[in-house]
């Protein structure tokens, strides 16, 4: 089988999963409102080389409520977003992304995996396209567990700040990086 690569483009708030040099799948995501970067408690996504470390959540109903990757027992509603409109909502899924490249997204201040970045689902209502989120990759609900049916941990996971994706392009330039 050929491998399994997740290109994320920031500035076009596009994710593609790309399956040797063909595109196979294109969904909008929001990531970090503060826009790229690596610091721990800068709100940003982090860029470069990643893994998917772990899965979590397969089985799980859409919109189930985690905290501290754990299922909290809850399924998102509007009434408990009314009851807690402050909430950062992580729901029914989780892809846990660890940093590859040392310096750069991996050990000390700069650590993915130490940074609790993930790609996960949010609310319906919340917009696609717009970098809305504290540094993670959110995506809707149905389009991430598609999403998570299709790739395994170990899958690597690139994050770039170039202004394309064209899913074509995108796999192409993943293979040849």
């Given amino acids: 089988m050929s491998e399994r690569l997740i ?21 909008p995501i929001s990531t970090g409102r503060n826009g790229a970067g690596e610091q721990r408690g800068s709100g940003c996504t982090p860029r470069g080389w990643h893994r998917i ?7 799980l109903p859409l919109n189930t409520v985690f905290v501290g990757r754990r299922p ?22 989780i892809l846990w992304l660890t940093g590859l490249e040392v310096g750069r997204n991996r ?13 996960h689902g949010c609310p319906d209502h919340a917009p ?5 989120s504290h540094g993670c990759i959110r995506m809707t609900n149905r ?12 899958d ?12 074509s392009l995108a796999c192409k330039a993943s293979i040849t990086t």
């Fill in 72 to 93: 909290t027992g809850e399924i998102y509603s509007a009434r408990l977003a009314a009851d807690q409109p402050e909430r950062d909502w992580i729901l029914t899924r």
């Fill in 128 to 132: 696609m396209g717009i970098p809305l």
């Fill in 7 to 27: 290109h994320i483009s920031i500035p076009q708030q596009c994710l593609t999963l790309c399956v040797g040099a063909q595109a196979v799948a294109s969904y």
């Fill in 53 to 59: 470390r772990i899965k979590i959540g397969d089985g």
């Fill in 107 to 119: 050990g000390s201040e700069c650590d993915t995996l130490r940074r609790f970045i993930y790609i």
């Fill in 156 to 167: 690597r996971v690139l994050i770039t700040d170039q202004d394309q994706c064209s899913p």
């Fill in 143 to 154: 389009e991430l567990v598609a999403l998570f049916e299709q790739v395994a941990a170990g």
